[in-house]
């Protein structure tokens, strides 16, 4: 069994932990384009709302999966909740909200989840209550690996974008490049996916795998979204990339592991599917994107 198929139940959780979190930020930070301002910062013990305010107030909230923690930071203090197995999400949600209250903090969420197959509200979750600490340190590892092989391929890059970071409605890491042209979602009832695509766009991202992913994928996907063709997979691509026109992704399985050599050849298939997602969009004027920075070499 993959490790996705393994540790379902305690993905599961961190995940609706991370959504309950992830929705904290989403109601109190300041609103970007596609989305960008939801997404959690990967730290090294897990993964943070980063600076907010309510009323006046900074805070912070941190999943710290090293100590098997939340942790809400103000000025005046900070309160913690344990993250246990058998605490069921319904129990996470009260005492995050009643830990913030504590100090000062009068925080207020949409509480069911997003882009999940359970619709059950946080506040009436019993259901989802498994946590292990080994699987949750093995999950923050692939996503800060995920983090540093797609910054190494995005940082230096001149377009505009939104470096990576954990979008919790669907357990990725991910980042995106943006060209300035307007390319409104059809369909305007879709709350996430209409402010999600409205500009050309290419995201990189990560997931853990699923019942069809064994090993981990990353990905690339254009929009507007690729229809009625397969893009192009040449020798530019290290072998294993592939397009999946079903997804209208790109995509290279990680079967080695975290190996670093294969930062690399995911640097390759980021390139690669980058000139190819161009090409197919029509974008003009990105001779330059690959330009060399004017600057000393850092300690990177």
């Known amino acids: 069994m993959s490790f996705h198929q393994e540790n379902m139940k305690e993905i599961t959780t ?13 109601e109190y930070a300041h609103q970007q384009p596609q989305w ?11 993964f943070t709302t980063g600076l907010l305010k309510q ?14 923690r939340v942790v809400i930071e103000t000025a005046s203090g900070d309160e913690t909740v344990a993250l246990e197995d058998g605490k069921t999400v319904r129990t996470y949600y009260e005492e995050i909200i009643a830990a913030a209250r504590r100090l000062g903090l009068d925080l207020s969420v949409f509480t069911t989840p997003q882009e999940m197959k359970t619709t059950t509200p946080f506040e009436l979750d019993d259901e989802h209550h498994h946590y292990k600490p080994e699987v949750s340190r093995e999950i923050l590892a692939w996503f800060q690996y ?8 995005l940082a230096p890059l001149r377009i505009r974008k939104a470096m990576p970071g954990l979008f919790w409605g669907t357990f990725d890491v991910s980042c995106f490049a943006v060209y300035d042209q307007f390319e409104p ?5 879709k709350v996430i996916e209409r402010a999600a695509f409205d500009e050309h766009m290419i995201e990189f991202g990560f997931w853990l795998g699923d019942d069809t992913f064994k090993d981990p994928p990353f990905f690339v996907l254009p929009y507007p979204f690729v229809s009625d063709t397969v893009l192009e997979v040449d020798d530019s691509f290290p072998e294993g990339s592939y397009f999946k026109a079903e997804m209208t992704e790109y995509l290279y399985e990680m079967k080695n592991g975290r190996d670093e050599q294969e930062k690399e ?14 090409q197919h969009l029509g974008w003009d004027n990105q001779q330059h994107c690959f330009n060399s920075l004017k600057m000393n070499d850092n300690k990177r």
């Open 185 to 189: 979602f059809p369909d305007d009832t």
């Open 265 to 278: 050849k995911i640097a390759q298939f980021f390139r690669a599917s980058f000139v190819k997602s161009r």
């Open 14 to 26: 961190l995940q609706l932990v991370s959504q309950i979190i992830g929705k904290i930020k989403l």
């Open 55 to 68: 009323n006046g107030e900074a805070f912070s909230i941190e999943a710290d999966l090293m100590h098997n």
């Open 146 to 153: 995920a983090s540093d092989t797609e910054a190494m391929f």
């Open 36 to 46: 960008a301002h939801v997404v959690l910062d990967i730290t090294p013990r897990g």
